[in-house]
């Protein structure tokens, strides 16, 4: 029986390696390839993930906030930097860390523009996100003339590229939608650049996007979800392999009897003579109250075993009934053959909110390739 320390997420970059090359392999080579590395790259490592990537050839990275870009930069990372979220309140540090600002409104616009002037910047890249449906962040079709103006008369920043981004790629019931999308963003991206001399990266895409839309794909695809290991689609998630596993081990075993009941609020009632293991992960650690009370489960030497009662913050139990265990092995909560998306389905969400959500106090431990 396997032994365990503690609770870790490992990461495994050989997984990583295998997702990043089937993307590629869905479009054409001159295709530029982003990689979404924000949230802490989907809750695994972003300065481990972005490593590998930049190593497996990645040509550009997108975080969501300054921060996330300034750690990578403070950790070697020097490919391209797309900020997705700024506000204006950080435009100077954008500057002096070498990121991207995405530049989705009119007041952002004018305000990179000042601070570009200020610090005496020329021809610093800059993202144009269209609104084409999502109704998040970006312009909209009327405005595209006013980008137009604006980004002619100052020399200060340049057009690196100009994207969009799609409400329901996943969904082929919302296909007419997306196409729709794709045709409005060609339109305005064509009204905005039709002069200029240098043609920007162009996107829209991104992972349901390249497996679905792939002639989509335009200058550049960004990928998130797909790099970790998640094709938003049961026939497409086979060729793909989650990143992260996260590991505990079984802290104590106890015998109960009919009338005992376990944990918090006594929201289980043992009825028969049941086995319980206590485990070191709790919600504090990424483990929602909604996995309680039999949701979800785990696997000890490979058998189920659903979680009994509540949730605690940092434990949780499970009933072990029947199951060969011990006090030392080891436990899967999630990964490897037992795939993520269910154990996300058990609490009625979806890949990327389960493991985005693994906090950072749990321990990486990185699998090379
Ligand atoms: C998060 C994000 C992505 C990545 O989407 P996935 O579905 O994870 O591939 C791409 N573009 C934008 C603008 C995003 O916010």
Known sequence: MPEAKETVLEIDLGALAHNYRYLRSKIDKEVKFLSVVK???????????ARKLEELGTDYFAVAYVEEGVHLRKNGITKPILVLHP??????????NCLEPNIYSEKILRSFIQTAERLKQKDYPVHIKFNTGLNRLGFDDHEVQLVRKLTAETSTIKIASV???????E???ERDFTVGQIDLFRKMTWELIKDMDREPLLHICNTSGVINYPKAAFSMVRSGIGLYGFGNDKTVDPYLRPVSTLKTIISQIRKLDKGDTVGYNRSFKVEKPTR??????????GINRIYGNGRAGVYINGSYAPIAGNVCMDIIMVDVT??????GDEVIVFGGPHHPVKFAEAGG???YELITGIQRRVTRKVIPE
């Open 163 to 169: 994207f969009s981004h799609l409400a329901a790629s």
């Open 322 to 327: 029947g199951i060969d265990c011990h006090e």
């Open 276 to 285: 319980i293991a206590t485990l070191p992960v709790g919600h504090a650690d």
């Open 39 to 49: 949230a802490f790259a989907y809750g695994n490592d972003s300065v481990i993930i």
């Open 87 to 96: 506000q204006f309140t950080h435009f100077e540090e954008i500057i002096e």
């Open 349 to 351: 969400t979806i890949s």
């Open 171 to 173: 969904d082929w019931k």
